[in-house]
């Protein structure tokens, strides 16, 4: 898949890296008294042979590093080629420096630091979830990474997997889902492709991070079974798939303890249980004692964030005074250059070449068309007729471009942005505070499908006007944006700026109104009974209004299916208030979980809730009908049916598989899925095994899952509301390590 995939996405630049592989490798097999140049060694061994050769300086500088900024009063450090992050290298042993962007959504350039360098912005990680397709999420990542690595970077701040529990959390739109193995599975690939283009990708941010309010100060109590069988268990699902690097931990504390100095978290449960061999680097601003190196902290990143350089001076004369063992600074400089030899930093070095921005976009494309879901579409109003003669297009800045996220996740598109919207502010925000929108607009794309139609523009400024230009149009088409960022939750679910009240009115004047949801994760909609059709559409980058036409006109079937559950109304949520919300923002406070590890689709089961739309729903422009389920058991669940397109047009449906019984307790959880693309009365077979882990329970006092003996029922639905076929088998009793 790889193969075909770089082929497809990354084209000449691919043969380029080859080419440079094979000379560097030959290089450094060569490379007189430096043995770990040696490529046909482990990553294990070749850092042990170089941290070796360290000294305890040298240890130390690759502890903590820069923003490669000039902010707060610094300057762009020598040899960082600016970006969000610098730890320089050790010229005399051939240690490259870390050269660190922000990449969740494509590789970023941060107050244009690098002037005119623009990148390609993915869909948002909801959109990718969306799509249901590994590969989709493959493709992405590799196509960031060949970008960065062109762009002479090598670390990505990449793969966030924090679980969405509250969809009011300003960084949804970079997270993935609500639900553990989707998001695990999601990110995990994402990162593998980050990697396999020789760029070091983290994850983040571990753990528990599930909303921006007081993220500096709140603590997330949660208990370990809980944490385990969600937010945990998708961290451990992504490292598994995807191997990062490095993984960031958050802001937050968690049961009271920093998250980047939490033993629990980094020493006993990533390093310990999970053995991961890669370091931990703290995110920006998020260390506060020294005392985080023997936690399990790694690296000081952003140290200018910090009250000072933890891991600078301090550091060095704890380990000179003893109260450092120099067996722990050995082990954390030896992880980043383990993670640095095992994905290629030393014989792959990133090298500004030329990069193909027509072929990355049409990644990008691929996930846009494969992530819109179509939420209503009454009397078949969809897929659109381009025999229809006139379409008025309101709002969202739909003559412009397409909306994207905010904060350190935003990509600044090649050749700048299509529409840049100030939202004003004060101090540092002010100037992250800008609406970003990429192009080509939906405006467009709409009348290039339909080029002998009448298509005007509404700003959507005034509902009135609005609704008066909609009612003698064939078909009227809102666009409405929900703009989120880092660092801000939204205080409810509402479109912000009156747009539920044009939508209210356009659709008032024209039943025949489509709906198109810019959003970073779930809204309420107020008008939905009164609209013909909703899509929702996310941030969908670069070549996003392409991808809306397509799906609007019919071009390609609506596949998108929710990775998160829209609620009926913030009464529906766990938390219906945000916690800290109104608080000084160095007020500590406590989010508690009442939910547990039934996040999402899971919470509204326990509690019999009813929402607007269930995770995993989605309509089609066809049928798909599910047939001959066949149940196994033994070690774990091995579930098998038929899926067949009973329509008269091609299409892609994304199957899922839930248990929803384990030994006659009631449960709801997501143990598979696929994504499975048909033609008209095709008809395909689908196997799949679940990971033994979503039929467990996690034991906090064994320190272990156990699953216990007995009969398991399962469900193969369209939806975790939607099932189709029903089945059970028999489980084994077995314990798995933590």
Known sequence: MKSRLRRLALLAGVTAMAGLSITAMAIAADAPGQPWMNPKLSPDERARLLDAALTVDERIGLTHGLMAMPIFGAKIPPGAIGSAGFIPGVARLGVPALQESDASLGVANPLMVRPGDGATPLPSGLAIAATFDPEVAYAGGAMIGHEAWSKGLNVLLGGGVDLIRDPRNGRNFE???????????????????IQDQN??????????????????VLSANIGEAAARESDLLAFEIAIEHGHPGSVMCAYNRVNS????????LLNKTLKGDWAYPGWVMSDWGAVHSLGAATHGLDQESGEQLDKQVFFGGPLKAAVEAGEIPPARLSDMSRRILRSMFADGLFDHPATKTAIDYAADAEVAGRAAREAIV??????????????????????????????????????????????????????????LGNMVFDGPSPLAAIKAKAPGAHVTFNDGRYP?????????????????????????????LSLPAGQDELVAAVTKANPHTIVVLQTGGPVAMPWLDQAGAVIEAWYSGAKGGEAIADVLFGDIDASGRLPVSFPASEAQLPRPEIPGMGLPETTPFDVDYPEGSDVGYRWYAAKRLKPLFPFGYGLSYTRFDYAGLKVEGGQTLTVSFDIKNTGARAGSDSPQVYLTDAHDQAKLRLIAFSRVSLRPGETRHVTVTADPRLLADFDAAAHQWKLGAGVYRIAVGAS????????????SARTLKP
């Open 720 to 731: 975790s509301a939607d099932f189709k076929l029903t089945g059970e088998a028999k489980v």
């Open 257 to 264: 303890v920093y998250a980047c100095e939490n033993d629990a």
């Open 199 to 216: 760029v070091v990708s983290t994850t983040k941010h571990f753990a528990v991070n599930d909303q921006e309010t007081g993220r500096q």
């Open 464 to 492: 009135k006007s609005a609704a008066d230009a909609a009612k003698d149009a064939d078909v009227a088409i809102v666009f409405v944006n929900q703009w989120m960022t880092e660092a801000a939750d939204a205080p409810d």
């Open 374 to 431: 179509l939420l209503a579409n009454r009397g078949d109003l969809l897929p659109l007729a381009k025999s229809a003669k006139s379409f008025v297009i309101i709002g969202g800045h739909a003559d412009a471009g397409v909306l994207s996220g905010g904060g350190s996740a935003q990509v600044m598109p090649v050749g700048g942005a299509a529409r840049t919207v100030p939202l004003g502010g004060e101090g540092f925000a002010a100037l």
């Open 175 to 193: 997270y993935y889902s609500e639900d553990p193995l989707l998001s695990g599975v999601m990110a995990g690939e994402a990162i593998r492709g």
